[in-house]
Nanobody, 125 residues
């Protein structure tokens, strides 16, 4: 059973940057795919980015491509999301996810088994 804890959220002005971290424990995280989703008030949870256990072939939602970068450090059992050029529409609770299935493009929340509690990101205009 993998436990995930996010950190790094906060308030930032438009155009600024934040780096989110997702620390895993309780499992062999290095063999799990890692991902980030977000959920704004009144909206469904949406895919942001994901990365395979090896760190190869990260993939992104079109809305964040070129601005966000996902990475991982398996020695630290941590996945990161570097967010640059933030916009007010990026405001949401950001959730870390993990799953043992590492192939394909897992863009639906139902495709991920393990979730963190979320961290708030607020971008002011």
């Amino acid at each position: 059973q993998v436990q995930l804890v996010e950190s790094g959220g906060g308030l930032v002005q438009a155009g600024g940057s934040l780096r989110l971290s997702c620390a895993a424990s309780g499992g062999t995280f290095s063999s799990y795919a890692g991902g980030w989703f977000r959920q704004a008030p009144g909206k469904e949870r949406e895919f942001v980015a994901a990365i395979r256990w090896s760190g190869s072939n990260p993939y992104y939602a079109d809305l964040v491509k070129g601005r966000f970068t996902i990475s991982r450090d398996n020695a630290k059992s941590t996945v990161y999301l570097q967010m640059n050029s933030l916009k007010p529409e990026d405001t949401a609770v950001y959730y870390c996810a993990a799953d043992v299935v590492d192939w394909g493009y897992k863009t639906k929340p139902t495709e991920w088994n393990y979730w963190g509690q979320g961290t708030q990101v607020t971008v002011s205009s």
